[in-house]
């Protein structure tokens, strides 16, 4: 596994420069601190080109609902580094009783979870939701609105951080590391303006992405058939 020095360094090694190997990548300035800055800035320009990067994934410990409470945050469920929720991954059970009982929940779209939920005697017409949908400020709706007592389980996906020490490790598998380093050499050539550099860069860098989605990226599958 690559940290965020020894990327830099790997860096240092492709794009030719003259400076000698680094032993830190904090606080640098001059060469250094551009060659740092060029890691980050790939690490996040990857990280962000799918929300949805299956390595991103993570599993929330499960939230307690609350009576008469609709609505759950990111951060009342759970969901640290929150970046985009998976939103067919949800399910509930009866705490109680454990997850025996525990039942899928159906995504719906807003707008009808709050036509549906939010209107009328169903505001308070509590009881074990079976629908959720995703508000306009990301956060958690459940339908009906639930009682106490049962516990929310589901998916999401982190958001794109950078790294801050020398030590840290992208979360992007190993195997893959040096997209990162192929992606910042096109930003360190496109500063040089060094075409030949530029080009390399970007070769290595598309074969390894082409290789990265097809891993980690959503199957693409065909819609059941109506009838």
Known sequence: MSTYLELVNLLKDESG???????????????????????????????????????KRTSLAGFATINGQATYTPAEAGATNFG????????NYLTATGTDAEVEMEYIDYEAWRNHYQLGSNRTSYSQPYDITITPAKSLG???????????????????????ADADIPSLPVHYHMAIVYRALMFYAANEAASEVYSHGKTEFNRLMTRIENDYLPEVTLARPLC
């Not at 985009?84 to 399910?91: G, I, L, P, Q």
């Open 84 to 91: 985009m929720w998976a939103r067919d991954s949800f399910r």
């Open 142 to 164: 459940l339908g009906p609105v639930p009682l106490v007592g049962y516990t929310v389980t589901g998916d999401y996906f982190t958001c794109p951080t950078e790294m801050t």
């Open 17 to 55: 420069s003259g400076t000698a190997d680094l032993t830190t990548a904090i606080s640098q300035t001059g060469e250094g601190r551009r060659l740092a800055n060029w890691i980050n800035a790939a690490w996040m320009d990857i990280q962000g080109k799918h929300q949805d990067w299956g390595w």
